[in-house]
């Protein structure tokens, strides 16, 4: 993929992980990459464009002699601190860069040059060499994004706009839920979510009394529908339905959909990060949640593997028009969800389902 974009790949003993990296880059000994260069803008895998020119800012910024650094962002945690992702620096400035260790090995010597080492900083030291650390614009004009660090300001909206990926902007959510005569929880930790691009159908199995129907708050991203008679099999015939409806564009357009039931609890990231998954992997036709709470064991935090018993419907986001291709197949056994799973990997592989580390989800 590199050689056909151009691109020069260099390959390295995962050892001290990016700032075991750039040591590397700032000391020459990286087998590949150039011994001479002006200026280097060094990210991490979860750093993307928000602009076509993103470099431009950053080597404008190094034309001032008085800068030393060029930065993404300077973050105030811990200590004032360059993030040691999207900066840009002066070969004649990294040079001089000391690190606390040769070879950086460990995550805290990373957190060390980062923020906690005082004076030993990467800030710190540029600055004790006369030079400035310049964020180069604010936040929310930043022309590169930290997907992994800025959860609350999420903005592949606007990279999918500028770089017309083909992805619909914003990523629409939908969830399925199927409800019977009881309080749906769901809906309060939907309105929570740092993604705000969902959708919310809950399909109540039967018709519902009013002292449903009345806690179902007025929000355009939710709806209820009731069913003419009651089917039962653990709402699997409504999934089924809503699934068949989906596929033949009658029930809603969307890009993913989740499965689950009134009591499910996602935490206010988990559409954020299960849509990263999906960014991650070009390949990847459903997410997961490493890690959940499960009544069935007394709620405690399992491991979530693709294993029948070890994978709950709700702590799973799917490609919609795979998940609609497939369909909702068994519509009465207690483990429906694992054979729906079964069915989507048989055609695309389990190893296109891609693990997002957290407990994100809970099954009351």
């Not at 040591?23 to 280097?40: E, I, M, N, T, Y």
């Not at 800030?123 to 006369?130: A, I, K, L, N």
């Not at 007025?218 to 008679?229: A, G, Q, V």
């Amino acid at each position: 993929m590199c050689e056909a974009a151009g691109i020069k790949y260099i390959q390295r003993k995962n050892v001290g992980f990016d700032i075991g990296a750039f040591q590397d880059v700032c000391r020459g000994r990286l087998d590949g990459f150039p011994k001479q260069w002006d200026s280097l803008l060094w990210c991490t895998d979860d750093t993307i464009p928000m602009k076509k020119d993103f470099i431009d800012p950053f080597v404008n910024a190094l034309q001032d002699k008085t800068v030393g650094i060029a930065a993404m962002k300077i973050s105030n945690s811990v200590a004032p601190h360059v993030r040691t992702t999207g900066f840009a620096i002066k070969q004649s400035v990294a040079a001089k860069i000391q690190f606390p260790a040769d070879p950086i090995t460990t995550k805290s010597q990373c957190y060390f040059f980062e923020h906690r080492g005082g004076i030993k900083t990467l800030t710190m030291q540029v600055r004790s060499m006369g030079l400035k650390c310049d964020q180069v614009a604010p936040d929310p004009a930043s022309p590169l994004f930290d997907t992994g660090y800025w959860r609350r300001l999420n903005r592949m909206g606007e990279h999918e706009s500028v770089f017309n990926t083909g992805n619909v902007v914003g990523d629409k959510i939908t969830f399925i839920c199927t409800i019977y005569n009881t309080y749906p929880q769901i809906i309060s930790s939907l309105l929570l979510q740092t993604h705000k691009n969902w959708e919310l159908i809950l399909i109540h199995d039967g018709q519902a009394p009013d002292s449903v129907k009345s806690i179902i708050p007025e929000d355009p991203r939710i709806r209820f529908i009731e069913t003419p008679e009651r089917l039962g099999n653990y709402g699997h015939p409504n999934r089924a339905w809503a699934l068949e409806e989906i596929r033949q564009g009658r029930l809603t357009k969307t890009d993913y959909i989740n499965v689950g039931n009134a009591d499910n609890y996602y935490v206010p990231v988990f559409c954020e990060y299960m849509l990263n998954g999906f960014r991650r992997s070009h390949t990847a036709v459903a997410t997961y949640c490493t890690e959940m709470v499960h009544s069935y064991k007394a709620w405690q935090v399992i491991p979530v593997t693709t294993a029948r018993g070890f994978m709950d419907c709700a702590g799973v986001l799917l490609k919609a028009d795979i998940a609609a291709e497939i369909g909702w197949q068994d519509v009465v056994s207690h483990s429906a969800d694992w054979l729906f799973f079964q069915d989507i990997a048989s055609r695309y592989s389990f190893s296109n389902f891609i693990p997002v580390k957290g407990c994100l989800f809970i099954h009351n």
